[in-house]
């Protein structure tokens, strides 16, 4: 090999290590898997890029193009910068994918594909490091959201009493309902919050607006304290929303033990179609997961499948006739026996329960119009309920008569005569 050329393989060995860093675990993971697991999101696409860096040489022009779809073209010592930042967040998605995948079945599709988290950043949870748990259970929150088999999820944040001065309109969305990145979705709360009024009525009014008109059922997290510093009712906010959007549901989840906090975060989930709980029960990702898996995730619908082929013969007793007949005697004594024999068969399975009924299934050999095969089947039917009523003293009242007009080629056993399409079919119901 050329010198020149084993220089230019080890640029892009140098390369290809500085943009798969550390993560040398991510190349056996293909393509084709991750594609057939979810639908591709912008996310997994930034990911399937890395992946293919990662498998194999990467040019800077590849490199330029992934830190660009990550946040803008690299130039000069940014470049560095940016692609530490692309690594690392797809680094983040990728774990997550791997992980979660082991937890996740494949069998499990979204139930509620749209969440809207409704957090308090009021000055009530300044408190007694009220917020700083709050951020604690967020990150239980995104540790524990499913993969499902038919994508990601898509999920919003709003607070409400972030800030002062707002008063009784102190809410604000900060993340607008997307499929989710679990980075965005955790970098989006504030670290810090000041004495902000809790306006929790407001707060559930923004987030019935953010989810109207999103495809699907919607649900809406309320996390926080439960505290309504303005005079309005959460509960019957929560209830209207409801009324205008069934498909919305909102479950509360109680950070402290306030007394007014209770009351109304148990008022709004009753009212919202949803549950409520205390943080401190639901505190790690395990017991975050399986409340997701119990109210956002449902088992996949699949396909129906094909219908199965008639039986080559009908099931019942049958009873044939001669061509253009309606009675059941025939002029073919074989024939004669034979449909003697199966009413009597009939009847005898007929007398095993009292509460058994006969229905009658009528046929003819599709000879001639659709209008005469339909009369004609159900004179057929009615000629033998007439003669298990007289001979066989069955009632009328437990007798049904079903015509069904032309034979299914279906079920006609391929090379019977044609003597088995013009037939009734007894069939015994217990």
Same mark, same amino acid.
């Given at each position: 090999?050329?010198?020149?050329?084993?220089?230019?393989?080890?640029?892009?060995?140098?390369?290809?290590?500085?943009?798969?860093?550390?993560?040398?675990?991510?190349?056996?993971?293909?393509? +084709?898997?991750?594609? *057939?697991?979810?639908?591709? *999101?912008?996310?997994?696409?930034?990911?399937?890029?890395?992946?293919?860096?990662?498998?194999?040489?990467?040019?800077?022009?590849? #490199?330029?193009?992934?830190?660009?779809?990550?946040?803008?073209?690299? *130039?000069?010592?940014?470049?560095?910068? #940016?692609?530490?930042?692309?690594?690392?967040?797809?680094? +983040?998605?990728?774990?997550?994918?791997?992980?979660?995948?082991?937890?996740?079945?494949?069998?499990?599709?979204?139930?509620?594909?749209? !969440?809207?988290?409704?957090?308090?950043?009021? &000055?009530?949870?300044?408190?007694?490091?009220?917020?700083?748990?709050?951020?604690?259970?967020?990150?239980?929150?995104?540790?524990?959201?499913? !993969?499902?088999?038919?994508?990601?999820?898509?999920?919003?944040?709003?607070?409400?009493?972030?800030?002062?001065?707002?008063?009784?309109?102190?809410?604000?969305?900060?993340?607008?309902?997307?499929?989710?990145?679990?980075?965005?979705?955790?970098?989006?709360?504030?670290?810090?919050?000041?004495?902000?009024?809790?306006?929790?009525?407001?707060?559930?009014?923004?987030?019935?607006?953010?989810?109207?008109?999103?495809? &699907?059922?919607?649900?809406?997290?309320?996390?926080?304290?439960? #505290?309504?510093?303005?005079?309005?009712?959460?509960?019957?906010?929560?209830?209207?929303?409801?009324?205008?959007?069934?498909?919305?549901?909102?479950?509360?989840?109680?950070?402290?033990?306030?007394?007014?906090?209770?009351?109304?975060?148990?008022?709004?989930?009753?009212?919202? @179609?949803?549950?409520?709980?205390?943080?401190?029960?639901?505190?790690?990702?395990?017991?975050?997961?399986?409340?997701? @898996?119990?109210?956002?995730?449902?088992?996949?619908?699949?396909?129906?499948?094909?219908?199965?082929? *008639?039986?080559?013969?009908?099931?019942?007793?049958?009873?044939?006739?001669?061509?253009?007949?309606?009675?059941? +005697?025939?002029?073919?004594?074989?024939?004669?026996?034979?449909?003697?024999?199966?009413?009597?068969?009939?009847?005898?399975?007929?007398?095993?329960?009292?509460?058994?009924?006969?229905?009658?299934?009528?046929?003819?050999?599709?000879?001639?119009?659709?209008?005469?095969?339909?009369?004609?089947?159900?004179?057929?039917?009615?000629?033998?309920?007439?003669?298990?009523?007289?001979?066989?003293?069955?009632?009328?009242?437990?007798?049904?008569?079903?015509?069904?007009?032309?034979?299914?080629?279906?079920? !006609?056993?391929?090379?019977?005569?044609? @003597?088995?399409?013009?037939?009734?079919?007894?069939?015994?119901?217990?």
């Amino acid at each position: 090999m050329r010198p020149g050329a084993r220089r230019r393989t080890h640029a892009r060995s140098g390369q290809h290590r500085e943009a798969c860093g550390g993560y040398a675990w991510l190349r056996p993971i293909s393509r +084709t898997g991750l594609r *057939s697991f979810v639908k591709v *999101s912008p996310n997994i696409k930034l990911l399937l890029n890395l992946l293919t860096t990662c498998r194999s040489s990467a040019s800077s022009t590849e #490199i330029n193009e992934l830190a660009a779809e990550a946040g803008g073209e690299a *130039s000069g010592g940014s470049m560095g910068a #940016i692609k530490t930042m692309l690594i690392k967040r797809l680094a +983040t998605a990728a774990l997550i994918l791997v992980l979660v995948a082991s937890i996740a079945s494949s069998d499990d599709c979204r139930g509620v594909p749209n !969440i809207l988290v409704l957090f308090d950043a009021s &000055g009530f949870m300044k408190e007694r490091d009220r917020y700083q748990f709050l951020l604690k259970q967020m990150n239980f929150f995104q540790e524990a959201m499913p !993969i499902t088999a038919d994508g990601f999820f898509n999920v919003g944040l709003r607070h409400y009493g972030l800030k002062v001065g707002m008063g009784c309109e102190n809410t604000e969305s900060i993340l607008a309902v997307q499929p989710w990145d679990p980075q965005r979705f955790i970098n989006s709360f504030p670290q810090s919050i000041s004495y902000g009024m809790s306006s929790l009525s407001a707060g559930l009014r923004g987030a019935a607006d953010d989810v109207a008109g999103l495809q &699907g059922k919607s649900v809406i997290v309320v996390v926080g304290g439960g #505290i309504e510093s303005c005079k309005v009712d959460p509960i019957k906010i929560t209830e209207q929303i409801c009324a205008n959007n069934p498909d919305v549901q909102v479950h509360t989840f109680q950070i402290g033990n306030a007394q007014e906090g209770t009351y109304l975060l148990k008022g709004i989930a009753e009212r919202g @179609r949803g549950t409520y709980h205390n943080a401190d029960v639901i505190n790690s990702p395990a017991e975050w997961h399986a409340w997701m @898996r119990r109210f956002l995730v449902v088992p996949c619908q699949r396909p129906a499948p094909p219908p199965s082929q *008639s039986p080559a013969r009908p099931i019942g007793n049958m009873v044939t006739f001669d061509l253009n007949s309606v009675s059941v +005697t025939s002029a073919d004594p074989s024939a004669n026996a034979a449909n003697l024999a199966a009413m009597d068969a009939a009847v005898r399975e007929f007398r095993q329960s009292p509460n058994a009924q006969i229905v009658l299934h009528g046929f003819t050999d599709g000879r001639g119009k659709p209008e005469y095969n339909m009369k004609l089947s159900r004179q057929r039917a009615e000629a033998v309920a007439a003669y298990l009523t007289k001979r066989f003293a069955v009632p009328p009242s437990r007798i049904k008569i079903v015509p069904h007009g032309a034979v299914s080629q279906g079920n !006609i056993q391929p090379g019977a005569s044609e @003597r088995e399409g013009r037939r009734v079919v007894i069939e015994v119901v217990r």
